[in-house]
């Protein structure tokens, strides 16, 4: 029989290209979104979904879980901005509910839970070796504790019969109906595209671990079919074997997505971000369920064709539909979110 996922934050980044990847593979999709940048997409992207529930995760109930194998958590504030503008607003919707969401789906009879943390929770570390899951935690930012606090509280609810897991993923990169561009890698091809300039403010040496979507996406289906001795109760660093580059090897990247583009390292920023991490235990453990298949080459050649092919341009980079700070804040100007991101 098909198992029944629902994703939360599926009208997302990750979340609308995660669902048709989903429902290619056969599984039966129900998404649980409130629908923040439903305005954002650059191309329409219908997905095939057994139900959409429109609804706040703050406000979830076990009745909207019923029937549901498998809790892919995605819904969230996405990043440290986010998390800096209202950090309040980031612990309610970010660790508050996803606990809500993680007692509700237990009550329902989930039978598993996967969570996806970040490796934000590492915050700043040692650059000169990849930190593994077993390495410090040192949440930096309220998106970083949102996060750390989800997990250790989640370990609670975690049982033979509700099998929770805990996936970081690397900062994203890759091609989306609902992109971003306020995150690394997808930035640097945007500026590629459209300005033929890519200037950066720091010496370019700072490391930063990479993922693409559809990597994350198959790190969640691994956990979708391992079996639960597997994977109950781990914590997984989603990414590949070669997920870390310097700021200045992902700029080269993007550079050579379009001829002629030029290259600035201003330096006059130091960036005290810069850390290395491990996939190791997902590549080991999960070897024959998860398969990466991404790199930044492969990542940056099919952006450009995705900014082609939506006819990308400048206006489009300023504006607020690739940027979640300014989307949010354009909803709330436009009374269609109170300042607690309530729908209005
Ligand atoms: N993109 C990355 O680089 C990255 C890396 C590691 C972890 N993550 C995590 O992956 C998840 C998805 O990230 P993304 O890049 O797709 O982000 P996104 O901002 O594009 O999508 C988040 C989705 O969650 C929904 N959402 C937010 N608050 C909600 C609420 N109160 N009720 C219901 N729905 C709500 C939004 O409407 C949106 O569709 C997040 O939890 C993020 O922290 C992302």
């Known amino acids: ?78 990043n440290d901005p986010l998390g800096e503008f209202n950090a309040a607003l980031t612990e309610d919707i970010n660790y508050k509910a996803t606990i809500r969401f993680a007692e509700a789906a ?69 091609a989306s109906p609902n992109l971003r561009t306020d995150i690394v890698f997808n930035a640097f091809v945007a500026y590629s595209f459209t300005n033929k300039l890519i200037e950066i403010k720091s010496d370019g040496t700072p490391w930063r671990p990479m993922s693409h979507i559809q990597d994350i996406t198959a790190a969640f289906i691994a956990c979708i079919e391992a079996p639960s001795e597997l994977i109950k109760n781990q914590v997984f660093n989603v990414g590949t074997p070669d997920n870390n580059y310097t700021v200045r090897q992902l ?50 050649a099919d952006l450009m064709s995705f900014y082609q092919s939506v006819k990308f341009d400048s206006a489009a980079f300023n504006g607020y539909k690739t940027v979640r700070l300014k989307a949010l804040k354009k909803r709330i100007a436009d009374g269609s979110l109170d300042e607690n991101l309530r729908v209005k």
């Open 1 to 78: 029989m098909k198992k029944t996922i629902m994703v939360t934050g599926n009208l997302g980044y990750i979340g609308s290209t995660m669902v048709p990847i989903l429902t290619s593979a056969g599984y039966e999709v129900t998404g649980y979104d409130i629908g923040y940048y439903d305005d954002c997409y650059l191309i329409e992207a219908k997905q095939q979904l057994k139900k959409q529930i429109k609804k706040d995760v703050r406000e979830v109930v076990p009745e909207d879980l019923t029937g549901i194998d498998c809790i892919i958590h995605l819904a969230g504030l996405s």
């Open 106 to 174: 237990k009550k329902a009879g989930v039978k598993r839970f996967l969570y996806t943390s970040s490796q934000s929770v590492y915050g700043i570390s040692d650059s000169k070796k990849d930190v593994d899951e077993e390495g410090a935690i040192n949440p930096i930012t309220a998106y970083a504790k949102s996060k750390w606090q989800s997990e250790c509280d989640l370990k609670k609810f975690c049982s033979d019969d509700f099998v929770i897991t805990y996936l970081r993923p690397a900062t994203a990169y890759g």
């Open 251 to 300: 700029a080269e990247a993007a550079q050579k997505c379009v001829a002629g583009t030029d290259l600035t390292f201003t330096g006059e920023h130091t960036d005290p971000r810069s850390y290395r991490v491990s996939s190791k235990k997902i590549l080991t453990v999960l070897k024959d369920y998860y398969q990466p298949q991404w790199d930044i080459e492969k990542g940056g």
